[in-house]
């Protein structure tokens, strides 16, 4: 079983618009699909719920059965220009399950300038502290769900 899921994409925009996308709390929720109840603050925890992302219909058609389910996050790093971390529950979507005293995985966006434009690596790390019966289900859904959401944040740069 893999830990670590690692995306990696070149988005034609500037560095500031890239930053903006993925550490603006409604800048993100808006590609990402969430609506959050404050901005990201490093150490802060956050609370917002699920919504259909507005770039992309099919996703959002995807999204929409998860409408309204609580998401919840840990900002961790905050280094402009440079870094964005989280902490969350990797596949948080079972209504019926209690997922606060599970342990939480790590979501990194790293983004460094490139001639093409600017490179963002997306890195989950951390599943091999989830229980064993969700563990794999998890890996595989947010591996994909990782692949769809470098897609959503190439559309959104794009408008």
């Not at 990201?40 to 995807?62: H, Q, S």
């Not at 220009?81 to 966006?109: A, I, N």
């Not at 890195?123 to 998890?138: C, D, V």
């Amino acid at each position: 079983m893999q830990n670590e899921i690692r995306k990696e994409i070149t988005l034609k925009a500037p560095l500031s618009k890239v930053w903006a996308a993925i550490s603006d709390a409604r800048e993100f929720g808006q590609w990402f699909g969430v609506r959050f109840d404050g901005p990201f603050k490093a150490g802060e925890k956050l609370k917002g719920v699920i919504v259909p992302t507005t770039v992309n219909d099919e996703i959002a058609a995807m999204q929409k059965p998860y409408e309204g389910t609580p998401f919840e996050i840990v900002v961790g790093e905050v280094t402009p220009q440079t870094r964005f971390s989280f902490y969350w529950h990797p596949y948080g979507v079972e209504k019926d399950y209690d997922y606060s005293q599970e342990p939480m995985t790590l979501c990194t966006f790293s983004l460094a300038e490139v001639p093409e434009g600017v490179r963002l690596v997306i890195t989950e790390t951390g599943f091999e502290n989830i229980p064993l019966e969700r563990r794999a289900k998890a890996f595989t859904a947010n591996d994909g769900g990782w692949s769809a959401q470098a897609g959503l944040i190439e559309a959104y740069l794009a408008l």
